[in-house]
């Protein structure tokens, strides 16, 4: 089941006001509409989650620190979405890019069926399809992820990359694009 | 309608967000189209796969935060959250792990000889609380670990914040 969705800008802007005159339980309130939605920002840069944790919840004590100083040009969660994108690229320059993936060859993707067998080759596809998430580009890996995990629409996914709507658009269709691409070639 | 718009939706199928008369629309150019057929697969196994967000996550964030400010956490917790809650059990609050650790050890060095020495006057039949309290003051195996908190047997560890501190405050009393 997929989270709630929490784009609502006017509920955010209220508890940050609220929390920025020292109401606690409004901050908590909105650590807890968006840590979901923080961390897989960042596991789509990071692409560890041990790593996406640490680097969400530093973002979070970032954003606290900082909270006097957001003025709502942007959304919250825009606001967000760029501090965690900074530590995460922090995280990275300071634990070394990873390599590649080094992925098997695999099987194509099969229609998905009803029947246990189907069922059965789609998790297993599945786990090959999401190891080829990492090799695409950060913009197309996060439109992809935004999309597809956290159900975020194409303006609300732009608003998360900081681009336009057509832009995440775009970057989602390259990414599947590509990761269908790459799935034939193995399988040929 | 045609590529563009189903795969669009194609997300949405996956998690079964579309209106049945849309829904109906895109399974029907599925069946015609190929490649959307074949797209509609890489998004279902990526959906299929879609990663968890750790239990107990959301719990460690508002700890880093509030330890940040030096406030506790208010209440309510996962009353806004709607995915995950399967929140970790916290530690005791109340008191910072190093109070606790503090506190065991200072009742270890100061409670035992002077428990031992209150059992030696106590009347043949002690109540049953001298009795509760000296066997948990007594028990051995406990030491501190790293993070200050107790290890080992229950003994101090399962005393509440309360009872510790009244502990403590009766053996400075008594010392």
């Known amino acids: 089941m997929m989270p709630a969705r929490r784009d609502d800008p006017e509920l955010d802007d209220t508890l940050v006001e609220r929390a920025q005159g020292g109401d606690a339980h409004a901050l908590d309130t909105l650590i807890r509409r968006h840590y979901e939605l923080a961390y897989r ?9 041990d790593l996406a944790a640490d680097v969400v919840q530093d973002a979070f004590v970032k954003a606290t620190r900082g909270l006097d100083g957001y003025r709502g040009e942007s959304s919250f969660r825009g606001w967000l979405a760029t501090i965690v994108k900074n530590e995460g690229r922090s995280a990275l320059r300071s634990a070394g890019r990873r390599n590649e993936s080094d992925i098997d060859a695999v099987a194509p993707i099969a229609a998905p069926g009803s029947g246990a067998a189907e069922r059965t080759i789609l998790r297993d596809e599945a786990r090959r399809v999401r190891a080829h998430v990492d ?19 194409f303006r609300e996914v732009g608003e998360m990359i900081g681009s336009s709507e057509g832009s995440a658009r775009v970057n989602y269709h390259h990414g599947i694009t590509k990761l269908r691409t ?4 193995e399988s040929a | 309608m045609n590529c563009q718009d189903v795969n669009d939706l194609l997300p949405e199928l996956a998690l079964g967000d579309l209106r049945p008369e849309v829904r109906r629309d895109v399974e029907r150019h599925l069946a015609g189209c190929e490649a ?29 935060v509030h330890a940040e400010l030096g406030t506790d956490v208010a209440s309510g917790a996962g009353e806004a959250a709607g995915g995950v809650l399967r929140l970790e059990p916290r530690r005791r609050r109340g008191l ?14 100061v409670g035992t000889p002077l428990m031992v020495s209150r059992m030696a006057e106590a009347p043949t039949v002690a109540d049953d609380e001298t009795l509760v309290m000296a066997e948990r003051t007594l028990t051995p195996s406990v030491w501190a670990s ?30």
């Open chain 1, 41 to 49: 920002v960042a596991l789509g840069l990071v692409r560890d989650p």
């Open chain 1, 135 to 153: 090799r695409l580009p950060e913009k197309q890996r996060l439109a992809v992820t935004l999309r597809i995990d956290q159900g975020l629409s």
């Open chain 1, 182 to 185: 790459w799935l034939t070639e």
């Open chain 2, 36 to 64: 959307c057929s074949d797209t509609r697969a890489t998004v279902e196994a990526l959906h299929a796969s879609r990663p968890d967000v750790p239990a107990g996550l959301e719990a460690r964030i508002l700890d880093a």
């Open chain 2, 96 to 109: 910072p792990s190093w109070a606790l650790g503090a506190a065991a050890l200072l009742a270890l060095a």
């Open chain 2, 146 to 175: 790293d993070d200050g908190l107790i290890a080992g047997e229950p003994a101090l560890d399962g005393l509440s914040d309360e009872e510790l501190l009244a502990l403590l405050e009766e053996l400075e009393a008594g010392a």
